[in-house]
Antibody, heavy 120, light 106 residues
Framework: EAQLVESGGGLVQPGGSLRLSCAAS????????MHWVRQTPGKGLVWVSR????????TYADSVKGRFTISRDNAKNTLYLQMDSLRAEDTAIYYC?????????????WGQGTTVTVSS | DIQMTQSPSSLSASIGDRVTITCRAS??????LNWYQQKPGRAPNLLIY???NLQSGVPSRFSGSGSGTDFTLTIQSLQPEDFATYYC????????FGPGTKVDIK
């Protein structure tokens, strides 16, 4: 069964940077679209970014465009989210999620989440 | 961008009740609509995909319907483990989620 494990969260000051990682346990990682979704404490889910299996197609939510960078290393079965110019409103639990199939398929495997806190 | 709304935002129900949650998209999304269940402190779990398809391993008391802009999630006979928050999500464009519907015990 596929598993995703996020890491890299923590406390960072406004304007700072953080890089999140998502390690996948399966051998077909390069076939999958991957997403980042975040959830503000006590609030709902917000889609952040997606990347195709080969990394050639990338999309961001307007709220993070120009500040966050999604990438992947298929040799390491790992997804990344580089977060720069962080703001208080970026404070959230960040989940990575897999889509097996075209991008419009559902997110069928999720990581446990990693918490990012942006505060001085 | 597509906006998703859900109603109600919360509901109280008893074990064995039939529960219906509705989701509306701001424009047609065909059948690119998914439902997730989330329990406190846990990641979301896929229940229904493509509006009406039950994800493997999900109990058959869960069902989904709809197309275009209006969708419904139904739980036929509410069980103790079903008390959670439910989110709809469009996968037609930028994967927007609805605000969620919290189902708690009456």
């Amino acid at each position: 069964e596929a598993q995703l494990v996020e890491s890299g969260g923590g406390l960072v000051q406004p304007g700072g940077s953080l890089r999140l990682s998502c390690a996948a346990s399966e051998l077909t990682f390069s076939d999958d679209w991957m997403h980042w979704v975040r959830q503000t404490p006590g609030k709902g889910l917000v889609w952040v970014s997606r990347i195709s299996g080969d990394g050639s197609s990338i999309t961001y939510a307007d709220s993070v465009k120009g500040r966050f960078t999604i990438s992947r290393d298929n040799a390491k079965n790992t997804l990344y989210l580089q977060m720069d110019s962080l703001r208080a409103e970026d404070t959230a639990i960040y989940y990575c999620a897999r889509v097996r199939g075209p991008y419009y398929y559902p997110m069928d495997v999720w990581g446990q989440g990693t918490t990012v806190t942006v505060s001085s | 961008d597509i906006q998703m709304t859900q109603s109600p935002s919360s509901l109280s129900a008893s074990i064995g009740d039939r529960v219906t949650i509705t989701c509306r998209a701001s424009q047609s999304i065909s059948s690119y609509l998914n439902w997730y269940q989330q329990k406190p402190g846990r990641a979301p779990n896929l229940l229904i995909y493509a509006a009406s398809n039950l994800q493997s391993g999900v109990p058959s008391r869960f069902s989904g319907s709809g197309s275009g802009t209006d969708f419904t999630l139904t739980i036929q006979s509410l069980q103790p483990e079903d008390f959670a928050t439910y989110y709809c999500q469009e996968s037609y464009n930028l994967h927007a989620f609805g605000p969620g519907t919290k189902v708690d015990i009456k």
